[in-house]
């Protein structure tokens, strides 16, 4: 399940370069990819891996231990559920990111050329009640 890649270093860039990347590739299809995932960045893993890791100045965490984590298998209905949830959540994200651009954009046009041009630059998607206070 677990394969080290190798880093090269880089001479002209002031990079420290790392051996302690993993690739994961999942092999059985009991786990989904997003599942898990999410596992690997959840609680449970990074206090397992505070447990295990080893080094007096920066911490690592060597494969033999990465492949001993404890991973909760819950059914697969369920991980489709949340795996699911995950793809929303990272859509929302998206969409609100670009709402907030959008607004960034009219706030600017509102202050450089007018609240009219500012609502026209939005296109004709949004409609908007400007209300007097």
Not at 6 to 12: G, K, M, R, S
Request: glycine share 4%.
């Amino acid at each position: 399940m677990l394969k080290q890649t190798e880093t090269q270093q880089v001479p002209f860039m002031n990079v420290i370069s790392s051996r302690g990347i993993l690739h994961l590739t999942v092999k059985d299809n009991a786990v989904l990819p997003d599942y898990l995932t999410l596992v690997l960045n959840s609680t449970i893993v990074r206090l397992q891996a505070e447990r295990s890791a080893g080094g007096t100045i920066i911490q690592h965490w060597k494969q033999p231990e990465i492949e001993n984590v404890s991973i909760p298998i819950l059914p697969k209905s369920l991980q489709q559920t949340i795996s699911a949830k995950v793809r929303e959540s990272f859509a929302l994200r998206a969409e609100s990111k670009h709402l907030l651009d959008l607004a960034k954009h009219a706030v600017e046009v509102a202050i450089e050329q007018g609240e009219d041009k500012a609502i026209k630059s939005l296109g004709t998607d949004y409609q908007y009640d400007i209300e007097e206070v």
